[in-house]
């Protein structure tokens, strides 16, 4: 294994390893909307009791104010999960780029590679047709 093969290996390693946390934060931004939802319920659910049960107003108001707060720490935890995921995303980006630098820098090595091989293929195949050239010519010399 090659320098250049272990920098592309590790490489790719890291672009697996950052999109692996871009899909964790992704996973937690999508439980976050869960409770979002059923917060949103539960509120729905708790107005209709509120409405048929007598003096249900005051006990609703005391579940609003609770249900205010939990909105405004999910609100906080998504503006940071979004912060996050931005961060991860130019994490990514970086990793990636990484990569295709490497990967670039193998194709090009490669290309010089076989470009060397077929020129030595050529002069070996030049000398070989010129040694018969020689040959024949000294036999229809002679």
Do not use: C
């Amino acid at each position: 294994m090659t320098v250049r093969d272990a920098l592309i290996r590790l490489s790719k390693w890291k672009v697996d390893e950052v999109r692996r946390k871009l899909s964790a934060l992704a996973s937690a931004k999508t439980e976050i909307e869960k409770q979002g939802v059923q917060l949103e319920t539960s509120v729905i659910r708790e107005q209709a009791l509120a409405e048929q049960a007598p003096g249900g107003e005051l006990l609703y108001h005391g579940f609003a104010q609770g249900v205010i707060m939990k909105r405004e720490a999910l609100s906080r935890q998504m503006d940071e999960l979004e912060g996050l995921m931005d961060q991860v995303r130019q994490q990514v980006n970086t990793a990636y780029a990484e990569l295709k630098k490497y990967e670039i820098a193998e194709d090009h090595h490669q290309t010089r590679v076989r470009r060397e091989k077929a020129r030595r293929g050529q002069i070996a195949q030049d000398e070989i047709t010129a040694s018969r050239f020689e040959r024949n010519r000294q036999r229809s010399s002679s």
